[in-house]
């Protein structure tokens, strides 16, 4: 079973929908992230989460919202999809004392039309 | 931040070793090398990480200029399954790595 899974894998949506993106692992990381990325681009952060209790913005956080709603789960939120938004996400995590080795789900392919 | 600078694109052939540069002129003291790896239609795969020495595991090398202002990705034996782009990133322990374009790289058969 994979460490880190997202659901959904693929979503189409229209243009001022919210959306939710899920993320849970299973490897027992407190910290967790999300990432989004286009096409011949590197990764952009989007938020992260030291623990249930701390959320941070990342590079790119406007029109965006997450909830960590526990350890495990951390959940991505477009309030109002925009076609702007279309984009592969990817969601992370890291153990404390490797923040930087992170592992990395199978990513969710968003659709905004 | 601290930026890397890799080329966009290599090749290989199968079985041969691969040698994927990374400049970080501006790396500080402080600064982790990492690598991560992308295969088609997956999320990144942590590869290997290094301080100053060079660093060995089971998937590949890592050799560290003598000034930290470059390093190198060594694959010993590349296969077509290494095909991916690989990330050259400069860590600091807060969380932020940043991801570049990094170098697509081909094998062939």
């Known amino acids: 079973d994979a460490d880190v899974t997202q659901t959904p894998r693929n979503r189409i949506t229209k243009t001022g929908k919210r959306i939710m993106l899920e993320c849970s692992q299973t490897k027992g990381h407190d910290r967790m992230y999300w990432y989004r990325q286009d096409p011949g681009l590197g990764l952009r952060l989007i938020y992260y989460s030291f623990d249930v209790k701390d959320i941070n913005k990342g590079e790119i956080s406007d029109g965006y919202s997450v909830s960590r709603q526990a350890q495990a789960k951390f959940s991505l939120s477009l309030e109002s999809a925009i076609p702007n938004q279309t984009a592969l996400y990817f969601c992370a995590t890291s153990d404390r004392t490797l923040r930087d080795e992170q592992y990395f789900g199978p990513g969710t392919r968003l659709t905004v039309t | 931040d601290a930026k890397t600078t890799q080329p966009n694109s290599m090749e290989s052939n199968e079985e041969e070793p691969v040698h994927l540069p990374c400049n970080h002129s501006?790396?500080?003291?402080?600064?982790?090398i990492h690598w991560y790896r992308q295969l088609p239609s997956q999320g990144p795969e942590y590869v290997i990480h290094?301080?100053?020495s060079n660093v060995n595991n089971r998937m590949a090398s890592l050799a560290i200029a003598e000034d930290r202002k470059s390093s190198t990705l060594i694959l010993h034996r590349a296969t077509l399954r290494d095909a991916a782009v690989y990330y050259c990133i400069l860590g600091r322990g807060d969380d932020k790595i940043i991801f570049g374009k990094g170098t697509r790289l081909h094998i062939l058969p």
């Open positions: 290094g301080l100053t």
């Open positions: 501006t790396i500080s003291g402080t600064d982790y």
